[in-house]
């Protein structure tokens, strides 16, 4: 059994139909990435993962049937979602942040998790009393992940964090979801249009166009596929 399992996921915005029957797994500690163009249905599928949207098909996490819950509840089950665009709580300081993520959890078991993600990400340990709104966007993309991580999740989903950075911060960002998933072991969903660095952390991989998932296969045999280095690599 995978830890997360998706048939059939269909997803619309009212009329409008977005998502046309999604069949996916995310195994336990691995980093899998969902490829595809702008308009694809790329965020609308982690919308329809953390219950943020109504969905119609089956969603099981863990072997539960999470389709339809509340946000909150799937928080709780162990799943935890960055937004694109980051979402952090600009007036509040990084250690605040940090402190929000870990709201399901003992006081004690916060402080001792924001050390670690401290360390994890340094540049947050020395900005900890500054207004998240006044960091870089990489900072804040480090915040948004770290924020998240304070559940303690066993599925990150993460939507387009190369959105808006620079190259050399996007490099050390997908780094710091490489290390997070080798040092947690928590598995990571991740949503992306910059497919290099995307397949080189990632073990498998599925492209989505116009809402149904029309390639799939490891990281490493996408990476070779002519029609994917001409789509998605520039080569």
């Not at 809402?211 to 994917?228: Q, T």
Request: proline share 4%.
């Amino acid at each position: 059994m995978s830890l997360l399992e998706v048939s059939g996921l269909h997803a619309a915005y009212g009329p409008v139909r977005v998502l046309h029957g999604l069949d996916f797994v995310v195994d336990e500690g691995e980093i899998v990435v969902i490829l595809g163009a702008n308009g694809a249905g790329k965020t609308t599928t982690l919308r329809s993962l953390s219950g943020t949207i109504p969905v119609d098909g089956e969603v099981r996490f863990d072997g539960a049937p999470i389709a339809g819950r509340k946000p909150e509840d799937i928080v709780r089950l162990g799943m935890a979602h960055v937004p694109q665009g980051r979402g952090t709580f600009m007036d509040l300081s990084v250690d605040d942040n940090l402190r929000l993520g870990g709201y399901t959890r003992p006081v004690s078991e916060v402080e001792e998790d924001k050390a670690h993600w401290y360390e994890v990400f340094p540049r947050l340990a020395e900005r900890r009393d500054q207004a998240a709104g006044s960091m870089s966007g990489g900072e804040q993309q480090m915040l948004a992940v770290a924020r998240a991580l304070m559940c303690r999740p066993r599925l990150l989903l993460c939507d387009e964090p190369s959105l808006g950075l620079a190259p050399l911060v996007v490099r050390e960002v997908f780094e710091r979801l490489a290390e997070v998933n080798q040092r947690s072991g928590t598995a990571v969903l991740l949503v992306e249009q910059n497919a290099n660095l995307a397949l080189g952390i990632a073990s498998r991989a599925y492209v989505l166009e116009n809402g149904s998932i029309v390639m799939s296969g490891s990281a490493d045999e996408l990476s070779e596929d002519e029609a994917i280095r001409r789509a998605y690599l520039g080569m």
